[in-house]
């Protein structure tokens, strides 16, 4: 796939955004004189000045909102206040439905959403997760466990259970997307390699100790040992956050700098000089090259049904909220 993660794992990671607005902690409320009070009507009822302060800080941080202007606090609000009118909206549909918002639901949904990714997209989304120091069911838990998460995706659950003949994609329909998007389809060149690394110190050796041990090493390497055997024996470090102790696949992006240059410099087989590191020497082999190549459509397919799927949900919602909004008396004074 290419370097950006993608709609649907951009879609999964945005769980909480909308929650995290809506539960921010209280602070101390902004004076927010040069609006009028009430700042807004909604739905005929009032929303006072210091009520609209108390939204806005639902989204910004109060030591920010002195560094303001008018104009971008204006802004901030309205933004606000069309979040509360599309939550309220949610929330009095699903109300006179009988359904309710539930942990469950969310995790059903984001195992359906997962469970379509391509093996490269998940691998993305892991790593991703991985860097904000987060497991996949640790994340899906955070999910779970928002209220606004729960509130979109029981709607989201409405909308396939009652318009469904508006949400159905075919083979055809994502056989079109991915014909006319391929350069989304591309996995990136990847090259496996296997490692020697030895600390530079440890309760042992010293660093000058450690160079002689790499050096040596490398002359037995020269000489024709078998890399394998020697990996087993002497490394001491993992390989780059991936796979096991001494083998990983790696895409550019993946390897520190100085690996990464030399990794996919080598030709199969080929077995690096002395490599340092901050905290290591390291001797790397290419064992072998994978060049770029398209993801086949029989394994994007399901990813891209899911992706199209998820946009026509969104426009339904989208609709539907309009719809209820025209319902409604909403006036901004401001």
Not at 104 to 109: C, D, L, P
Not at 113 to 119: F, G, H, K, R, V
């Amino acid at each position: 796939m290419p370097n950006h993660t993608g709609t649907l794992i951009k879609y999964l990671l945005s769980a909480c955004i909308l929650s995290s607005s809506l539960l921010a902690p209280a602070q101390t409320t902004p004076d927010l004189k040069f609006l009028p009070d009430p700042v807004a009507y909604i739905d005929e009822k009032p929303v006072a000045r210091p009520d609209a302060a108390k939204l806005l800080l639902k989204n910004i941080p109060a030591k920010d909102i002195p560094g303001m202007s008018e104009t971008q606090l204006k802004s901030a609000l309205r933004e606000q206040l069309n979040r509360q009118i599309e939550y309220s909206i949610l929330s009095s549909i699903l109300k006179k439905n009988n359904i309710t918002p539930a942990p469950q639901i969310v995790r059903n949904k984001l195992k359906t959403m997962y469970n379509s990714l391509p093996d490269q997209q998940r691998d993305i989304l892991l790593n991703t997760l991985k860097q904000q120091g987060l497991t996949y069911e640790q994340y899906v838990e955070n999910a779970a466990n928002c209220p606004a998460e729960q509130l979109k995706m029981a709607f989201v659950q409405w909308i396939e259970l009652n318009v469904t003949d508006k949400i159905v994609v075919s083979d055809e329909d994502a056989e079109i997307y991915y014909r006319t998007r391929q350069a989304m389809f591309i996995i990136p060149e990847t090259v496996t390699i296997s490692q020697i690394s030895i600390l530079k110190k440890n309760s042992k050796r010293n660093e000058k100790d450690s160079q002689e041990q790499i050096a040596t090493i490398e002359s037995r390497l020269r000489q024709g040992e078998d890399f394998n055997r020697l990996a087993s024996n002497f490394n001491e470090c993992r390989i780059w956050t991936k796979q096991d102790d001494k083998t990983g696949t790696f895409s550019k992006g993946d390897l520190p700098q100085e690996i990464e240059n030399i990794a996919f410099s080598l030709t199969p087989g080929e077995v690096s000089a002395i490599i340092t590191l901050p905290d290591n020497f390291t001797i790397i082999r290419l064992d072998s090259k994978n060049p770029a190549h398209y993801l086949q459509f029989e394994k994007a397919k399901n990813f891209i049904k899911t992706q199209l799927r998820e946009a026509l949900i969104k426009k339904n919602i989208n609709a539907i909220i309009m719809q209820e909004r025209q319902k409604m008396n909403i006036i901004f004074n401001f």
